[in-house]
């Protein structure tokens, strides 16, 4: 433990905000059936957009559900996608950047190429393509969110990968002979994980706000699962009536996407002190 | 709730039927039939005036504007501004003649004969005779025409020319809604000349109508002007008619609260009270044809025993449903679907105001579930009022013991793999029936074979009532028939009725004589005037 | 110079290209069939067959696809199965409105992200270098769409000052067209800003730990003089590298941002196609956002390299 | 032709200057009471191995030390003119003007969106409030001036457009735009290739022998301090440990840390004996011994070497800090 006790928590204070965030929001997604006041699911039409009261804090909404139950419900669903969605986007990632730069050549420019023009689709629109495709539900939002991932990591991946390679051992590595996989996981991986930890960091966010966005135009989780982008899309309809709807979801939404970032930007600061600004 | 609403328009199937021999009445008939109007001052006591643009708000883009060719509500709404019909349906869908002087039918119920008026041009000039309307007919039964209607053409045998004003209709059957069926925006009459010219009466509608088809911009409005010589004199009153495809719901009630519009009759019901309080408009409400019901899968187990779609049926909550998607903007159905001021109306009273738990558990043990079941409810997602009634019905399911999952996907795909192949536990959906018609409340849903019937419901005994009361020669008979034919449908409760909607009207104060239709049609426009 | 625009040119249309197929496949793996969507619930077998051989989706995918790639790039996007209005002339109806919004959204953006990059930079680890960067950390968190939500509440309905949305064209009524597109601007401008903004502050630190600052300084030039003469441009050549795939995102939100606001640009355009499975709709609307962001990204490279004496006038004599 | 020292006035005259990084208990002295002098036209070498502090040094005359350091005592005076005494904008008018800087990397110090033309310039611009047409024509002249070919071509060209040697020649052309008192040039040629080197070598001379202008030229290449400077002084770990003529020092080398530089430094003429490096590194500024700071490194170190070292007069204006200089004799 003496790396906790040594490390300087005030020094990081961004990865200590973040990791502070970041531990709130999965404590409440894994606890939540346990604080939620209510379940997400029982309704109550006679108590409906109710304001925020003694019984129900954050009010309650257009079927007279407990709004807090379900925004602390809707971390679950966030948190799930964004885990799916970056392990997609960094397992895909990895072997496209890895394979690219390990090969090198034509393997190397097509597979570039390809990153590149995904890159330049608004991410957005491709998810919103992406769904049209795979129809609209959280898995496919998932994976969807996942394939944009995919060029931000390939390219990080990448560029670790070439400057790793350049190191003389993996001449010597595969001068006695080692199989390319072997060089490739024994070798190349250990020092490709340290940035992409930090570019996770940052996608989990951005996987986060996608999501919420894909449900906020309904293609996202479909009610009456909680989600906080139809959430607030529900909202929207009630917002002369009920404004609490649009607040609180957005709140916890910003909340959780702060988080992440933070501890992104906390991460880069003390794992690739040279980045640091 | 998502906020399109265009789906629920572009999807009815619209026909058009009226119980035969109804006596003609005027069409400024002042409403008296139990409908809660507030608001509404008696049009006869200030003369109409000209002049104003009507500007009315709607959600959906129309498909095209070819009577022979509109599938969507949307389309009729246009159609019937622009085109006549030789009969035209009043405030409580019974139809009076329009474009026929008068008609006359064979004792035997098979032969139809209409005198034109005379006089009457297109919008092009074309003077409209009986070969118009003879090619018009002809054009809906042609094998390739791609009608969507056809149920209402092809009981016609042939449409003869007598002379340039008068023209005979020979029917294979008696049809009892046929005079409806004349009023309907699919009957509309087109001018022979210019169609057979090539022209695409799709993109640019001609007809005889009170208003003439201006222009239509995708996504945002069409526009309208008057017709100088429409043959009802002095009408229409308003110089110019605009509609605003609003797609956004909200967006629609802000845009009426704000007088950027001054007519709509697609109000969402989470907005009626607010719009209700506000002082500049006058707000008419009155129980119209959609009605909206749960479909158990006849062929799946255990769906498959009345008992226990019975007593799914007393287990739903109805109140439940019309405050919490509807706002109580509806009426909770009691046993038929013919609703209240429907002359098909049956006064039954199967289902409780609220849930019958003890009812329906008792069903459920006679059936051989007394712990209830698993299922599944499957909703198209963007239609409102189902993703808010589903997880109300998912509890009262509860409450008698059966576990209900609740997955949705969006419009196309449902169509596609839930309703096109029923592949479904329980779902639900709406019905709008634009004729007012009993028949055409009951037919679609009841009759084997019907597209809409994906339920698989139904049975001989059921089917031969619904033929009989269509083709009964007198309204008494046929409501006989009806009644019969409810009573046996709760029997077998093929489908569970819930709760019939409510037409939210609202328009500027200004407006004045306006005479809401129950099917949501807007033909009564032409009789409304702007006062000052 | 030249040489070097012409191959950016020659670059974009096999990028286009490729974009294009990326969308049409995409597309086209669709579950639900678009006839029955478009001519709902009780449309007849045959009415399908119908609907469907009217526009060609009984053909092989790679005669659609060229049939209608080869249409697209005169204009022809093809009709709205919904409508049966051809799509094209709607796009370009619709374009300026969201070059509008994104132009908008992209000056606000700028307007925010340059001087506070640049002034978090100069006093570097002082405390309006701290107070910018969090104020930057923050805002980046924030959904667009959440932030519409909350303007549209505080300046529309609670302290009603400016219009929820609705739009109307610059040329006919200038005044009324900036008022409407304050909220859908600044809500869409500002989370972008952020992400600029970090970006400013970056290239900024780099310039002005350089080398040819320090002689500047040696100079005996003032810090105004500094940061305008030397500075700033050398600063602008990498944020526009950078900030160009930003605009990217900037036309991501668009989409929600012009649904949220009812503005009838692409963006919504596009939602209305996925929504009704009209592909026609959805194709042209995303493939023109796509070509309208690749070619912004090219313009805003282009202004980078033209800062950039280093890439104009190559090499060493 | 070298020109006795103590005749002229002094252009610049530094006097237990020391200067210190970071506050308090962690306080760093980089510069520990250095005095310096330089005359008019005089070219004066400050030699130490890097982090000795002479740039530190140089950096305190300009008024530009880094964020975080500060003068902690001593004087400078600019032809008596006491600098440290002045305001901020007073030093930095002078900057460019009166004092001007030639640094280390000339490609990395010159703005690379920027004409060189332009540049060399500036200061002309900035002080004289020149238009840029005059200081356009007179930067022309400036590159005639430093043997550039064909400048009017050359001033409307980019910094990456010039090679290493012709990059370093704008920038000297550029601190002579003002005919400054003082020339500081912060190591150079170091990044030069010989030949090159000796080509600015030769232009600084002649720069001294025209404008009569002081140059301070910091290094750590004795060759380059034998070939140019008139004097010199030897700084190690933030002090002077020796200073004087440059032929005395280097012919009577009278302290061992100067006599270990020359001892490193390969010899064009003369017997090509091994190069003996000097053992150990420089001592952190927190870190030194106490007294001569060289004692942990120097092989004739005795206990009383702890002693704060006093200035020794060796020869003719030839000090040396060392207390046992007279002992170990003449250069040993």
Redesign the interface.
Known sequence: MNFLSKFNWIRHGLLTIGIMIVGTVIVAALTAPIISPYSPYDLDVTMMLQAPSADHWLGTDELGRDVLSRTIFASQISIQVALVAVSVGVIGGTIIGVLAAYFGGVTDLILMRLMELLFSFPAILLAIVLMASLGTSILNAMIAIGIIFIPGFARLARATTVEAMQQQYIEAARSVGMSHSRILIIEIMPNVITPLLVEAAVAFAYAVLLESALSFLGLGAQPPEPSWGNMLNTGRGFMAQAPWLSIMPGMALFFCVLGFNLLGDGLRDMLDPHLRD | MSKRENDQSNFANLNRRHFLGGTATTALMVASLGVAVDGFTSSALSAPKRGGVLKAAFAADPAGFDPVRGPSGMSHVVIEQVYSTLMALDADAKPYPELAESFQMSDDGLQYTFKLRSGVKFHNGDELTAEDVKFSFDRLRAKDSGYSYTAQVETIDSVDVVDKLTVKFKLSKVTGPFLVYMAFPGSSIVPKKLVESGHDLNAKPIGSGPFKFVSYEPRSAIKFERNENYFQEGKPFFDAMEYRIIPDITALTNAVASGEVNFSNEIPAKDWASIKANPALATQTLEGSRYYWVIPNNTKKPLDNPKVRQAIGLAVDRSAIVAGAFFGQATAIRGGVIPKWNWGYADINYFGEKSEVAKAKALLAEAGFPNGFETSITMASSFPPMMAMAPIIQANLAAIGIKAKIDSMEVPRYWDEIWGPSKFDMTAMYWLSPLADPDDFVTNNYKRGMAVNVQKSGSPELDAILDAAKQATTQDARKELYKKMQQMSLDEMGIIPLVNGHLLIAHSKKLQGYVPMRTGFLKTLKDSWFEG | MLRLIFTRLALFVPTLLAASIILFIAINVVPGSAARSALGVDATPQAIMRFEALNGLDRPLIVQYSDWFIKAMQGDFGKSFQNRVAVGPEILKRLPVTLELALLAFLIANVIALPLGAIAAFRHRKILDVIITTFATILGAVPNFWLATLFVLLFALIWPILPAGGFTPFLSDPKANLIQMILPALSLGLVSSSLLLRIMRTTMLEVLNSAYIKTAHAKGASERVVLIRHALRNALIPFFTVGAVEFGFLFGGVVVIEDIFRLPGIGSLVLVGIINRDYPVLLGSALVITIVVLAANMIVDTIAMILDPRQIHAGER | MKIEANKRSSTLEIENLSVAFGQGSKSAVVVDNISLKIGKGEIVGLIGESGSGKTVASLAV?G?LPRGAKVVQGSIKLTNDPLLERTDDYR??????RI??I?Q?AL???????KVGYQVG??LN??RSASWAFARSKAIELLRSVNLSDPELRSE??P????GGMQQRA?IA?GLSTEPELLIADEPTTALDVTVQAQVLDLLRAVRDQHDTSILFITHDLGVVANLCDRVYVMYSGAIVEEGPVDQIFSNPSHPYTQGLLDATPRIHGAMTGLTPIPGQIPLPNKRPVGCRFSDRCLFALPQCASTPKPITVGDNHISYCLRVKELGGSS
């Open positions: 300009l530009m930095r008018s002078i900057r460019g003007d001007a800087l640094p990397d990395r110090s010159l703005n690379p969106t920027g500036e200061p900035l002080h060209e980019y990456h457009q010039f090679s920038m550029m």
